[in-house]
Structure formats: C-alpha cells, structure tokens
C-alpha cells in the first residue's frame, strides 16, 4: 500500500479534521504528505511518531510499514511501548 493510499484510508476510518487534531497538524499538512506520496522526514528519523498514532487510531488497520515502507528501530519501540500501556490500562478494567 502506498503511503498516499494508506493515509486516505485513514482519513476515511478516522476523519481529516480529527486526523489532523490527534496529529497535531492542519489538514493541509496531511494533504501535502498525501501530494508527496510519504510521511515527513522527521517520521524517518524518529523526530514524530506520526504513523504510530496513525496505526492506534485506526486499530491497526492502517500500519506503521503501510505509511513509511518499513519499520524504523526507533519506531518499533515505540510502538511497542504504546501496546504494552495500553494492554497495562486493559487488564485494569
């Protein structure tokens, strides 16, 4: 899935404007990644954890890998940082 596809397909489960809101950008922003066909730069060098939001938001229908082609080390552990919390807040429940 290119990056552009799977970025659609989030803002079809998920909504731009609040796609953008969680992201913490404008809807433009999302737009131009969508132009380019890629995440910004800072996703590739760990700055933002863009598409592991992206992945939590849509309950993994849309991946990490599906936005960035590959898995960075950085943003591996992040995601699993963020699995482990939430499966942390679930067995509370």
């Known amino acids: 899935m290119s990056t552009k596809t799977a970025l659609a397909k989030a803002s079809k489960i998920i909504g731009l404007k609040k796609l953008a809101v969680n992201l913490g950008v404008t809807h433009q922003a999302i737009g131009y990644w969508k132009k380019l066909n890629m995440m910004p730069d800072t996703e590739y060098c760990c ?19 599906d936005l960035l082609g590959h898995i960075p080390t950085c943003v591996a552990m992040e995601r699993d940082r963020i699995a482990e ?6 067995s509370e429940d």
């Open 85 to 90: 919390k939430a499966n942390k807040i679930k």
């Open 47 to 65: 700055k933002t954890n863009h598409s592991v939001k992206i992945e939590t938001l849509t309950n993994g229908a849309v991946k990490v890998e």
